[in-house]
C-alpha cells in the first residue's frame, strides 16, 4: 500500500531564505507526482507535476525534483516571501486513477 | 476557463439528516474526482469519474454514500443518514487525462451537529 510522507511537519523561516520540503512515498511505482499549495479553508492549487519519466519541474521561484527509485521528491522555494505562507501538499499518482496525499508541510514566512 | 466550482461552501446539518453537494468540473475536463480532508491530514480519495461513467470507488465510501455525473458534466454527491464522523471538507477536483495535473474547488466543509 502506498504511503506519502512530508517532513517537515511545519517551518518557520524568514523572508528571503531559500528552503525545501521533502516528500517520500513507499511504491517507486507511481505515473507522477504533483505538488499543491492549500491556504487556510481553501481548496488545492496545483504548483508543479512531474511525470515518472522527469527529474525536475521548474515554476517561477519553485523547483520541483523526482527521485522514483529512493522514493522521494523535494520542492525548492527561492527567495521565500511571506505571500509563500501556506500548507504544501505533495501527492502521487499510482497504477490507480487517484492521487495520494502527504499530510503536508505548514509553512510560514516571517517578514 | 473559470476553474472548478463547489456549492454550497460550508453546510451545517443535524445528525441523520442527508445532504447534497454538487461540483461543476473545469469546461470540457472529462475527468472529476471526489476527496475528503480531515483537518491536519491531506485529502483521501473518494471515487472517481471519467465523463458519466463511475470507474473507481473508495472503501471509504459507505453505502450512505453516492456520487452521480449524469451526462459527464456536473457531478453530486449525497450521503444519507449523516454521522459525526462525517464532518470533513469534500473537495472536487477535474482534469483532461490521467497523466495531467488535478485542478481542485474550493471544498464544501460539513459539519454534523
Known amino acids: 500500500k502506498q504511503e506519502v510522507t512530508q517532513i517537515p511537519a511545519a517551518l518557520s523561516v524568514p523572508e528571503g531564505e531559500n528552503l525545501v520540503l521533502n516528500c517520500s512515498f513507499t511504491d517507486s511505482a507511481i505515473y507522477n507526482l504533483q505538488w499543491f499549495r492549500q491556504d487556510p479553508g481553501k481548496g488545492l492549487t496545483s504548483l508543479l507535476l512531474i511525470q515518472s519519466s522527469q527529474r525536475e519541474q521548474t515554476s517561477g521561484r519553485l523547483n520541483a525534483s523526482l527521485d522514483k527509485s529512493s522514493g522521494r521528491s523535494t520542492l525548492y522555494i527561492a527567495a521565500s516571501q511571506p505571500g509563500d505562507s501556506a500548507t504544501y501538499l505533495c501527492?502521487?499518482?499510482?497504477?490507480?486513477?487517484?492521487?495520494?496525499f502527504g499530510s503536508g508541510t505548514r509553512l510560514l514566512v516571517r517578514p | 476557463d473559470t476553474g472548478v466550482s463547489q456549492d454550497p461552501r460550508h453546510k451545517i446539518t443535524k445528525r441523520g439528516q442527508n445532504v447534497t453537494f454538487r461540483c461543476d468540473p473545469i469546461s470540457e475536463h472529462n475527468r472529476l474526482y471526489w476527496y475528503r480532508q480531515t483537518l491536519g491530514q491531506g485529502p483521501e480519495f473518494l471515487t472517481y469519474f471519467q465523463n458519466e461513467a463511475q470507474l473507481e470507488k473508495s472503501r471509504l465510501l459507505s453505502d450512505r454514500f453516492s456520487a452521480e455525473r449524469p451526462k459527464g458534466s456536473f457531478s453530486t454527491l449525497e450521503i444519507q443518514r449523516t454521522e459525526q464522523g462525517d464532518s470533513a471538507m469534500y473537495l472536487c477536483a477535474s482534469s483532461t487525462g490521467d497523466n495531467q495535473p488535478q485542478h481542485f474547488g474550493d471544498g464544501t466543509r460539513l459539519s454534523i451537529l
Open positions: 501527492a502521487v499518482r499510482d497504477s490507480s486513477y487517484k492521487l495520494i
